[in-house]
């Protein structure tokens, strides 16, 4: 086979005539992957992996594979509109930028002369690499609310890795662990944040045994040593009973225990609170197996844990993802080759400089909302999204005015959203950047057209924490549309903060790159930068907290008035928790199992992608279906108290017959009313966001597991 | 004269479905050769049976569908690739219902069947066919010499200490 090799791009030039090949880094999801863009005739024609990148080593996926029908699409927002009907009404105009950015920055500096600069909220999604540049203007704008996905997703990890040993420890894959376990995550679909699912099969070939934790049965699943397939919501406790038996049969790392860590007493007084007789109780997972299980990841080395956003959206949120933390810990492989490492970035400014965060004056910091209730999240920049409906609606603490969503659409991926969509109704003013008209952006008053990752140029997993950046280069133009960079670049100077911001973005990219002596026409050359490796740096250093320590016993949440050991807490609707619910409701729902091709709300127009998932699927037990009287593709109606949808049923035996799963963030864009079906089969029709429901510390709703009742629909 | 297999190890398979939209990139968006399919979940004792199964033409060494075509538009190369020739087809689905494996489809509009090529426009100048073109993360799709990709396969196979 001498004469193929892979990824072939010259002979790939020379026979398809292409006529310039690009490379680049993806960002149809979080971003991560090196990119090869074959262009001809100034259109993207091909896209293919890099297999010079080290994060995916050429391997990609659908997502990246079907970028050009996202870019080129048909419906496609390729200049800004305003809205000229009442909200939802789909009337829209053509303005220009200038017009689009003037009204806006009127708008802005209007409500803060007013309400103060806090009545301006901006916006993002889940992380597109245009964080740091929002919190930037937000910040010298002097609003300390921005709404992110960050309670619930992966800012309660960056958050609680922090105040426990410094920094997201990342599973060091390229030293092949010799132990998996995977908890709440399926990375080989979702390929989340810092991991990509290549390296992790990889590392499987190479021979890593593999525990998995998932209430659902997945293909990783199915090939795993151990399956541990929990009651939904019940991680902390089985995460506890694992740590009380490694503690009890003395399988932890003795040097590490004595010399590394803070509070290892009342640690142990904690875990003998979960002995394997009620963790069994709680989770529904037999005691042996928890014993295994606890055992192969506690004596194999190196061992790694994958953990996903699925331990997040509980209310046992930062507990979970702090005891999984101790597991790391107490087993050693914290900072171990083949573990889980504290990589350290390069030598650039970092996201927090870049987000201008110390700049935001004190007094605005604390009118931050929600600030006094989840004050772990508070701590880093972090709302709880119903702090701001309820500004919105009510006025308290004070009103909220404006909106500046950017790649967002909250009425699909926020809890309840009926009140999100009242929110959106009534708020004074509202501005988004989006690809296209969303269900979200139909209630806004000025829609910006944003750039896809083929139309930017940018450093790439910039705010990663496995100490790679690599550059993210410009290939096409389409119509006028914009970086969010650029744009928010191009509106600060509006808004009479030009001596923050620069002339043209690519100089705020030079400062970035300052301390590393480059400029970005040097980086973009290159293939990557990385920071310096180095492991078990705690033995010089100590670990970045407040005890230099590993904290099993955290010193900041005691601090706070939060119990400073992860202790597990009942899912607010849940069988045990709400039995008279329970009654009517005689399901547990989960959500938000990953779909190849989609990205929560986005991808939906895109053919390819489409094709892979025609209509939101609930997977139903065939006992459970029998009983219900469901057949395989029925429409059905999934019912909570607060609202119902409908769904196709898949009948699926890889789930206890007590428990349903249905999809999230499904709306029709095929559907050309305003609405785009946003309340059809959207699951956070069903979800709940009040306030004691959310995690107390970072204010995370429990979207994954709730109470349901399931049944044909009427035809 | 060598010979080429596409070959799939439908144990390592995660049910990503990025062969298919890379097979449909190469197609310009209009048409897949490749299908991956659940099999499964089925309880058997206290273990579950759950497979994802790429489907695509196996190009079999006496192929059924080359035997089935009525018009001589199939045939087997001496590589081993089995083509269809689109220009002589005449859509009477013959090959279809020949086909154990359930791999050639049908185009509604030009009225042909269709199937794998196996990207031959590629392989006949040095390139690997879309889908084995190192998009996989699992590495599950092999192309090339059949005895050697067995080879690769048994070792991992080997090697690995999952189920």
Redesign the interface.
């Known amino acids: 086979?001498s004469?193929?090799?892979?990824?072939?791009w010259a002979?790939?030039m020379e026979?398809y005539g292409y006529d310039s090949m690009v490379k680049s880094h993806c960002r149809m999801c979080h971003g991560g992957c090196g990119v090869l863009v074959y262009v001809k005739d100034g259109k993207v024609k091909?896209?293919?992996?890099d297999?010079d990148c080290p994060i995916?080593?050429?391997?990609?996926?659908?997502k990246g594979?079907?970028s050009?029908?996202l870019v080129y699409h048909p419906d496609r927002l390729t200049h800004p509109v305003r809205r000229i009907g009442p909200k939802g009404s789909g009337k829209w105009e053509r303005i220009t930028w200038d017009e689009a950015l003037d009204t806006i920055a009127e708008r802005m500096l209007r409500y803060r002369d007013l309400h103060g600069a806090e009545s301006v909220v901006l916006g993002y999604g889940t992380g597109r690499e245009n964080e740091a540049v929002i919190y930037r203007f937000a910040n010298l704008f002097g609003s300390p609310n921005v709404l992110t996905a960050g309670h619930f997703c992966y800012g309660p990890r960056i958050a609680t890795s922090i105040i426990t040993c410094g920094s997201n420890p990342i599973v060091d894959y390229e030293n092949h662990p010799k132990c998996i376990m995977v908890w709440g995550n399926n990375v080989?679909?979702s390929?989340p944040d810092c991991y990509?699912?290549?390296p992790f099969?990889?590392a499987?070939?190479?021979?890593?045994?593999?525990i998995v934790v998932d209430p659902r049965?997945t293909?990783?699943?199915?090939?795993?040593?151990v399956w541990l397939q929990l009651r939904p919501g019940t991680d902390a406790a089985l995460a506890l009973g694992m740590c009380n038996v490694i503690v009890n049969e003395e399988l932890y790392d003795k040097d590490f225990v004595e010399n590394f860590v803070h509070g290892w007493e009342p640690f142990v007084q904690r875990v003998n609170e979960y002995p394997l007789e009620r963790v069994e109780e709680i989770t529904w997972v037999p005691r042996d197996k928890i014993r295994e299980a606890a055992r192969l990841y506690a004596t194999i080395k190196p061992a790694a844990i994958q953990w996903g956003v699925a331990i997040e959206q509980q209310i046992n949120c930062a507990d979970n993802d702090r005891v999984l933390m101790l597991l790391m810990g107490i087993t050693g492989n914290i900072d171990r080759m083949g573990g889980q490492v504290l990589f350290r970035p390069p030598n650039i400014r970092n996201v927090g400089q870049f987000g201008a965060h110390g700049m935001l004056p004190r007094e605005q910091r604390d009118k931050r909302l929600g600030g006094d209730m989840f004050r772990l999240a508070s701590r880093f920049s972090i709302i709880n999204p119903k702090c701001v409906w309820d500004a919105i609606l009510e006025e308290k603490p004070y009103p909220v005015k404006m909106l500046f969503f950017i790649s967002s659409n909250p009425v699909m991926t926020r809890d309840n959203a009926k009140e999100v969509y009242r929110a959106l109704e009534k708020a004074d003013f509202m501005a988004v950047a989006d690809f296209f008209l969303t269900p979200t952006a139909e209630l806004a008053d000025i829609v910006l057209p944003a750039a896809t990752w083929l139309e930017m140029d940018y450093i790439a997993d910039f705010w990663k924490r496995h100490g790679y950046i690599l550059p993210r280069r410009k290939v096409i133009q389409v119509g006028e549309c914009r970086s969010d960079h650029e744009m928010l670049n191009d509106l600060a100077h509006r808004v009479g903060m030009g001596e923050h911001w620069w002339d043209d973005f690519e100089k705020a990219l030079d400062w970035i790159l300052e301390p590393a002596k480059l400029k970005w026409r040097d980086f973009k050359e290159m293939d990557f930068l990385r920071g310096e490796v180095a492991y078990e740096k705690y033995r010089e250093e100590g670990f970045s907290t407040p005890t230099r320590k590993f904290e099993l016993y955290s010193t900041v949440l005691e601090k706070m008035g939060y119990d400073p050991l992860p202790q597990y807490r009942e899912t607010p609707e849940s069988p045990y928790s709400a039995p008279e619910v329970y009654k009517e409701y005689p399901y547990i729902l989960i959500t938000g199992k990953r779909l190849?091709?989609f990205f929560h709300t986005e991808n939906r127009q895109a053919?390819?992608?489409r094709e892979?998932h025609r209509d939101p699927i609930v997977e139903i037990h065939p006992d459970t279906a029998g009983r219900e009287g469901i057949k395989q593709g029925d429409w059905v109606v999934i019912e909570s108290r607060r609202g119902r949808i409908r769904h196709r049923a898949m009948l699926?035996?890889?789930l206890d017959p007590r428990i349903v799963a249905a999809q999230h963030a499904w709306w029709f864009p095929e559907k050309k009313d305003p609405g785009h079906g946003w309340a059809e089969s959207n699951v956070n029709i069903l979800t709940d966001n009040s306030y004691e429901t959310c995690d107390p510390a970072m204010g995370a709703s429990s979207v994954r597991t709730l109470l349901c009742k399931i049944y044909p629909e009427k035809t | 004269m060598s010979k080429y297999s596409l070959i799939i190890d439908d144990e390592l398979c995660w049910g990503c479905r990025t062969c298919e939209v890379a097979c449909k990139q190469e197609y310009e968006h209009k048409i897949k050769f490749i299908h991956v399919q659940e099999d499964g979940p089925r309880a058997v004792g206290n273990e579950f049976i759950y497979f994802h199964r790429p489907t695509v033409c196996r190009h079999c060494d006496e192929p059924p569908c080359e035997g089935a075509c009525p018009e001589s538009a199939i045939s087997k190369r001496d590589d081993g690739i089995v083509v269809l020739d689109y220009d002589t087809c005449s859509g009477c689905r013959n090959c279809i219902d020949a086909c154990p494996y359930d791999s050639v489809g049908f185009d509604e509009e030009k009225q042909i069947a269709l199937k794998c090529n196996l990207c031959h426009h590629r392989v006949d100048r040095g390139l690997i066919p879309a889908c084995a073109d190192n998009v996989c993360l699992a590495h599950c799709i092999y192309f090339g010499d059949p005895a050697s990709i067995h080879e690769q396969i048994e070792r991992k196979r080997r090697k690995r200490q999952t189920k």
């Not at chain 1, 499987?204 to 045994?209: I, P, R, Y």
């Not at chain 1, 293909?219 to 040593?225: E, H, P």
Request: glycine fraction near 10%; aromatic fraction near 6%; include cysteine.
């Open positions: 086979m004469e193929f090799t892979y990824s072939n002979r790939e026979v091909k896209i293919a992996g297999p995916n080593h050429g391997t990609l996926c659908t594979l079907a050009t029908e080989v679909i390929n990509k699912g290549e099969s990889l499987l070939d190479e021979g890593a045994k593999l049965l293909r990783a699943a199915a090939r795993a040593n190849p091709g053919p390819s992608l892979l699926f035996a890889g």
